[in-house]
């Protein structure tokens, strides 16, 4: 009888720690259900152990062989049920935390196991989650038996498909080795009064990089108020707009009821309109430089015009450049520079 010490903390580790007394030699092979490949064959003996490179979870089986024969078979995933399992969010981004936070209750369900989980934003969270139990930043959580971090990684071994090529939540389900469906949060909001009494427009203008930007907002401003609306600008950072309301507690708390009682949202690919959307709220979100498919798709309009440069972020060949404010892969430097954005007129959106 073989006894083996499994686990999966960044990575999956597997050991003989017992062979009743044989003290035998044994070849095991770490076998790829998707597509019966092999990721690795060793040997090992009593109180030896292998430890795969590869972070995310994957379908695995391991075979336990002496003498060309199969001696036992273990799946990985099987051991999962029952154990407490760590997944760790390495991204402090608004957005990216709504989106992911969904399939971290699908693990639990889906896996039948004890899930933790840390993010940089659990207060919108753990009173909706009591099935999952919410640690703070840098916490440690013993006795687990496997550990997921969730990102983008522009790495083989934590991610098995380059993450800017597929839908955001997708990145979740694909570490967490989980069927894609979107998914909606569950966020700790309760609507308090409305706070302006007039009929008003939430915007949100502001985003981390220049070629996520619109260029006509005072004119979108300027058309909303001639057709009888306030605009309410709730983006964290201040702005420069003529004739806008903008609130002075700009905490995520009273941002969300701003967006709760608004007559209409619009906004960009940003943290924002992925809070607008967990509140359950319609949304018009103006991205060009990503695809259809990347955010949410429900309850959503697109503003796009795919009849120019569109859809940078998704090429395999780029990679996004946090610290180059001007990054426009295709076009920096030139006069099509942020074409994707600059062709989205005050007309189009308007149409929408």
């Not at 998704?314 to 426009?328: I, Q, T």
């Amino acid at each position: 009888m073989i006894e083996y010490k499994l686990t999966h903390v960044q990575g999956l580790y597997f050991e003989i720690v017992n062979d009743e007394g044989k003290n035998r030699e044994y070849d095991v092979v770490f076998i790829d259900k998707k597509d019966n490949s092999i990721i690795y064959e060793v040997k090992l003996g009593l109180k030896h152990w292998a430890k795969l490179d590869r972070k995310y979870l994957s379908d695995i089986a391991i075979f336990i062989k002496y003498e060309g024969r199969t001696i036992k078979q273990v799946n990985l995933l099987d051991e999962i049920e029952g154990k407490n399992v760590f997944i760790n969010f390495e991204s402090s981004s608004l957005g990216d935390t709504i989106a992911w936070i969904p399939y971290c209750r699908e693990f639990s369900i889906h896996y039948n196991c004890k899930v933790h989980v840390s993010t940089f934003h659990n207060y919108l969270f753990e009173n909706m989650y009591s099935d999952l139990t919410f640690v703070p930043r840098g916490s440690v959580v013993n006795n687990i038996h496997a550990m997921f971090d969730l990102g983008w990684f522009y790495d083989k071994m934590k991610e098995p498909v380059l993450p800017s090529t597929i839908p955001l939540q997708k990145t979740a389900t694909n570490i967490l080795n989980l069927p894609f469906v979107e998914t909606l949060p569950i966020i700790d909001f309760q609507p308090k009064e409305r706070p302006y009494e007039a009929k008003y427009i939430a915007i949100s203008t502001i985003s981390t990089s220049q070629l996520k930007h619109w260029y006509y907002w005072q004119e979108l401003i300027d058309k909303l108020i001639n057709m009888g609306y306030k605009v309410v600008e709730v983006s964290k950072q201040s702005t420069n707009f003529d004739n806008i309301i903008t609130p002075e507690d700009k905490s995520l708390q009273n941002v969300m009821n701003i967006l709760h009682h608004a007559d209409g949202y619009i906004g960009l690919s940003s943290g924002i309109s992925w809070l607008n959307w967990a509140l359950g709220k319609k949304g018009y979100m103006i991205s060009n430089f990503t695809s259809k498919d990347h955010e949410f798709q429900s309850n959503c309009v697109r503003i796009v015009n795919e009849d120019v440069c569109h859809g940078c972020w998704h090429n395999p060949l780029f990679k996004f450049d946090k610290g180059s404010w001007n990054w426009c892969p295709e076009h920096e430097d030139t006069p099509r520079q942020f074409e994707c954005h600059k062709s989205i007129t005050l007309g189009i959106v308007l149409d929408k």
